[in-house]
């Protein structure tokens, strides 16, 4: 990952921080409490379930990057060895680099949609509570709090698409090596033995 990606992570993080120090305090709001109106309840359900779909897809991402690191560690010990093999062994790094890259920033990606999805669920309950006349709260700050994680969030999906097109440019260096190196009879056994072993 360049610089200026690790820089605009790095911002997003101290920005998330320092909403996570400040707010009002929500109390949820039971969707299984028989006394609230059925759309309430279903309300504050769906909202629940947007953090559960967005904390399993983080794990998703997590994984999907300690696999693009194992592949990258296993894939820089094959040694290439024939016509085209210098190509062919900065081909396979250069992509390597771009899929643990690409890792990263769908990790940071996944990050930021946990912390909507719970900026959204502290705003439903906020809002039904204010509703029905439970509590009191100030909903525009929750409101906004929301809505500065949206915009960070299309922020990093803008690098999620960089780094998608760095990927799709490394597969391609990385075919073209790949046939100059078959053409200068190099043997390709290694890579593919290193790329399943890491995909199982």
Same mark, same amino acid.
């Given at each position: 990952?360049?610089?200026?990606?690790?820089?605009?992570? *790095?911002?997003?993080?101290?920005?998330?921080?320092?909403?996570?120090? $400040?707010?009002?305090?929500? /109390?949820?709001?039971?969707?299984?409490?028989?006394?609230?109106?059925?759309?309430?309840?279903?309300?504050?359900?769906?909202?629940?379930?947007?953090?559960?779909? +967005?904390?399993?897809?983080?794990?998703?991402?997590?994984?999907?990057?300690?696999?693009?690191?194992?592949?990258?560690?296993?894939?820089?010990?094959?040694?290439?060895?024939?016509?085209?093999?210098? @190509?062919?062994? *900065?081909?396979?790094?250069?992509?390597?680099? #771009?899929?643990? +890259?690409?890792?990263?920033?769908?990790?940071?990606?996944?990050?930021?949609?946990?912390?909507?999805?719970?900026?959204? !669920?502290?705003?439903?309950?906020?809002?039904?509570?204010?509703?029905?006349?439970?509590?009191?709260?100030?909903?525009?700050?929750?409101?906004?709090?929301? /809505?500065?994680?949206?915009?960070?969030?299309?922020?990093? $999906?803008?690098?999620?698409?960089?780094?998608?097109?760095?990927?799709?440019? #490394?597969?391609?260096?990385?075919?073209?090596? !790949?046939?100059?190196?078959?053409? $200068? $009879?190099?043997?390709?056994? @290694?890579?593919?033995?290193?790329?399943?072993?890491?995909?199982?």
């Amino acid at each position: 990952m360049d610089v200026r990606s690790h820089r605009m992570l *790095s911002i997003v993080g101290v920005c998330l921080a320092l909403m996570a120090c $400040g707010g009002q305090t929500v /109390e949820p709001l039971d969707p299984r409490d028989a006394t609230l109106p059925s759309e309430t309840r279903q309300w504050i359900a769906d909202a629940e379930d947007g953090v559960i779909v +967005a904390r399993a897809r983080l794990q998703l991402m997590r994984e999907r990057l300690t696999s693009e690191r194992t592949t990258e560690e296993r894939l820089a010990d094959v040694r290439w060895a024939g016509g085209g093999a210098g @190509p062919m062994s *900065s081909a396979s790094e250069q992509l390597s680099e #771009a899929r643990v +890259a690409l890792a990263e920033a769908g990790v940071a990606q996944a990050e930021l949609s946990v912390e909507l999805a719970k900026a959204k !669920y502290k705003l439903a309950n906020a809002e039904r509570a204010m509703l029905h006349d439970l509590e009191r709260y100030e909903l525009q700050p929750l409101r906004a709090e929301a /809505e500065a994680v949206r915009v960070k969030l299309r922020a990093t $999906g803008d690098l999620v698409a960089k780094q998608q097109r760095a990927v799709d440019d #490394a597969e391609r260096r990385f075919w073209q090596a !790949y046939a100059g190196y078959v053409r $200068g $009879g190099g043997k390709t056994s @290694p890579y593919w033995a290193t790329d399943l072993a890491a995909s199982d």
